[in-house]
């Protein structure tokens, strides 16, 4: 069962169950769910791949694959290679690619905006993802 302890009802259902099952003295399995990326978190990554592949010619799904290949964010099934997708990461672990992206992106010469930068500078990136976007429509690239 799933309970969302920020809820206080639900927090005493928890505790009703957690009592049953230790009266019946079950065998239990208790996992904290990890919490799922955030919309922010999505968008942000998204911008960082549209900036990234704009700078090298890239489509922003030629980048995701590109990154993702050079991060080693790849597995293997059947002989053939998937990427891991930022969808299936939870907050920390999408933070960690996000910082691992930027960082490997600054070493090879081109700096990703943190997220406070971007925030702040918005109208300057939203001018670039923009003409990014076009060009990629435009050229199909």
Known sequence: M?????????QDKAQVYFDF???DKAKIELKKIPKRRTLKQNSYVHKLFTLWGSNFGYT???AKITV?????YTYQKDGQEYFTPTSGMDTKQLTEFIDRFR????H????LPSA?????????????????????KRYGW
């Open 2 to 10: 799933i309970f969302d302890l920020n809820i206080q009802s639900e």
């Open 21 to 23: 099952l230790i009266k």
């Open 60 to 62: 922003t799904e030629e």
């Open 68 to 72: 993702k290949r050079q991060l080693g």
């Open 103 to 106: 960082n490997w992106s600054a």
């Open 108 to 111: 090879n010469g081109y700096y």
């Open 116 to 136: 406070d930068e971007m925030g702040t500078n918005w109208e300057y990136y939203a001018r670039e993802i923009e003409r990014a976007e076009v060009m990629q």
